[in-house]
């Protein structure tokens, strides 16, 4: 059964600084998801990462997966206020997708 | 086109009732999935229709939830007897196949569901 767990939960980052959220799982994953999901909203896609040595870029967030590790990663770089959210990270164990508990992004001036 | 759909998208209910919840997926979608978010939690897994095939309903956590879907159309989602434990936002999704290593889910907007 694959298990995917999340850390840091909570992160609260000043503006302009750089950092990186670690997903780790359990088992094998065909897919890693991230998602973002803004205060009272639902998830948004953000990157979809296939194989092992993924990576995917979108302004200041990059994705990475390293399938031997049963690892992927969300780097922040240069973090502006608009990037608050919680992200999490999901694989897929049979059909259903299993999410990790979130990260709770916080970007502070 | 339009995204998945959900209504209503705030329940408040009393404790002992029993409530529907529904979601319209994206036309063509053949695959749904229902999600439960605690509070401050990730999502976790309720059910899943694809197709014709019997649902998967491994994720259900009592008997006393239950979802039915009308061919590749609307799902409803009911919860009898309502516990304050089933206080939640209830996410759908939808995707064009049932196979998630292959077709990513798109998610509606959730129902805030609240027993009091």
């Known amino acids: 059964e694959l298990k995917v767990e999340q850390n840091p939960l909570f992160l609260s980052m000043q503006e302009g600084k750089n950092y990186t959220i670690y997903c780790n799982y359990s088992?094998?994953?065909?897919?890693l998801y991230w998602y973002r999901q803004d205060p009272g909203k639902s998830l948004e896609s953000l990157f979809v990462?296939?194989?092992?040595?993924a990576v995917k870029q979108e302004g200041r967030l990059m994705a990475s997966l390293d399938t031997k590790a049963r690892l992927s990663t969300l780097h922040i770089t240069a973090a502006v206020h608009d990037l608050s959210a919680t992200y999490f990270c999901?694989?897929?164990?049979?059909?259903?997708?299993?999410f990790g508990k979130g990260t709770r992004l916080s970007v502070i001036a | 086109g339009a995204g998945v759909s959900q209504s209503p998208s705030n329940k408040v209910t009393e404790k002992g009732k029993d409530v529907e919840l529904r979601c319209d997926p994206i036309?063509?979608?053949?695959?749904l999935y229902w999600y439960r978010q605690r509070l401050g939690q990730g999502l976790e897994f309720l059910i899943y229709?694809?197709?014709?095939?019997?649902?998967?309903k491994s994720g259900l956590p009592s008997d006393r939830f239950s979802a039915e879907r009308t061919g590749e159309s609307v799902s409803t989602l009911t919860i009898q007897r309502t516990q304050q434990e089933d206080s939640a936002v209830y996410l759908c999704?939808?995707?064009?196949?049932?196979?998630?290593?292959?077709?990513?889910?798109?998610f509606g907007p959730g129902t805030r569901l609240t027993v009091t």
């Open positions: 999704a939808s995707s064009l196949a049932g196979d998630s290593a292959t077709y990513e889910q798109y």
């Open positions: 088992t094998t994953s065909d897919r």
């Open positions: 990462l296939l194989s092992n040595g």
């Open positions: 999901a694989g897929t164990g049979n059909t259903p997708l299993v």
């Open positions: 036309s063509g979608h053949t695959a």
């Open positions: 229709f694809q197709g014709n095939s019997a649902p998967d």
